[in-house]
Nanobody, 128 residues
Framework: QVQLVESGGGLVQPGGSLSLSCAAS????????MGWYRQAPGKQRELVAT???????NYADSVQGRFTIYRDSAKNTGYLYMNSLKPEDTAVYYC??????????????????????WGQGTQVTVSS
């Protein structure tokens, strides 16, 4: 089973920058998609950005040009670099992996999956 640990949230002034990271663990063999979602108070969770194993990315229109998603597949870690932050970016940010395969312990090579997993979330607050 894949576990995700996010870090890097906090308080930042409008126009500032912040970086989030998401470390995946759990005998991971491969991950298809790593992504970031966010949920503001009273709103539904929404997609922020995703990155596939081949490197293709997808961004929400609201963050296009301001946020950059990156993944280090060797470390099973994803990153979200956020620039020119606005108060409306305030939310709990969640990491998600999709299509993950994990190794099954034993004398032969076996995989379990695919599976999806969510992180616990990290708060990002943009305020002066």
């Amino acid at each position: 089973q894949v576990q995700l640990v996010e870090s890097g949230g906090g308080l930042v002034q409008p126009g500032g920058s912040l970086s989030l990271s998401c470390a995946a663990s759990g005998s991971i063999f491969s991950i298809n998609v790593m992504g970031w979602y966010r949920q503001a108070p009273g709103k539904q969770r929404e997609l922020v950005a995703t990155i596939k194993s081949g490197g293709s990315t997808n961004y929400a229109d609201s963050v296009q040009g301001r946020f950059t998603i990156y993944r280090d597949s060797a470390k099973n870690t994803g990153y979200l670099y956020m620039n020119s932050l606005k108060p409306e970016d305030t939310a709990v940010y969640y990491c998600k992996v999709e299509g993950a395969y994990t190794r099954i312990e034993g004398p032969t090579f076996r995989l379990r999956g695919p599976s999806d997993a969510w992180g616990q979330g990290t708060q990002v607050t943009v305020s002066s």
